[in-house]
């Protein structure tokens, strides 16, 4: 899997995207932004699950 980043850059990606989900969920004013702040946690998780990967191979 060559994406051109390192599996650190990955896991500290997906850390930060998974921590904007808690950020869309505190301006949630509507069902778009609960939306928002799932679609986040589940991309930062495969983020941080993919740098994993990559660390171990």
Request: aromatic share 8%.
């Amino acid at each position: 899997m060559n994406t051109n980043t390192t599996g650190k850059q990955d896991i500290i990606l997906g850390v930060i995207v998974f921590l904007a989900g808690f950020l869309a969920l505190g301006f949630a004013t509507s069902s778009l932004s609960l939306l928002t702040a799932v679609v986040s946690w589940i991309a930062g998780i495969y983020m941080i699950i993919r740098g994993v990967r990559k660390n171990r191979a």
